[in-house]
């Protein structure tokens, strides 16, 4: 299964992107769903994950108070509004889906990843 990302582009430090992942499997209500990132050099980091029902959003600490998550499972898609963005979050966002054990803030315990959104943040 191949997610689709979108929503990267090029800010200065201060504004917002939303990015947007469309997924094509019928199990998506189901899921958990989510966000990771990885910058140059870097290895992939958790960013946020939300449950199936919306009820427990999940962030690192780096994005906590900047960054929502949100799901439409009507239209298998999951969003991830940033604001205040950093130069630090510039990175590669990679859309995920279906946990499948192991650490929640590990990319090994998800099953579906889409390609990847390029966000570049200047200051």
């Known amino acids: 299964v191949q997610l689709q990302a979108s929503g990267g582009g090029l800010v200065q430090a201060g504004g917002s992107l939303r990015l947007s992942c469309a997924s094509p499997a019928r199990t998506f209500p189901y899921d958990t769903v989510g966000w990771f990132r990885q910058a140059p050099g870097k290895q992939r980091e958790f960013v946020a994950r939300?449950?199936?029902?919306?009820?427990?959003?999940s962030y690192a600490d780096s994005v906590k108070g900047r960054f929502t998550i949100s799901r439409d499972n009507a239209k298998n898609t999951v969003h991830l509004q940033m604001n205040n963005l950093r130069p630090e979050d510039t990175a590669n966002y990679y859309c995920?889906?279906?946990?499948?054990?192991?650490?929640?803030?590990?990319?090994?315990?998800?099953?579906?990843w889409g390609q990847g959104t390029l966000v570049t943040v200047s200051s």
């Open positions: 995920m889906q279906k946990y499948i054990g192991g650490g929640y803030e590990s990319q090994s315990s998800y099953a579906y």
């Open positions: 939300i449950s199936w029902n919306a009820d427990i959003p």
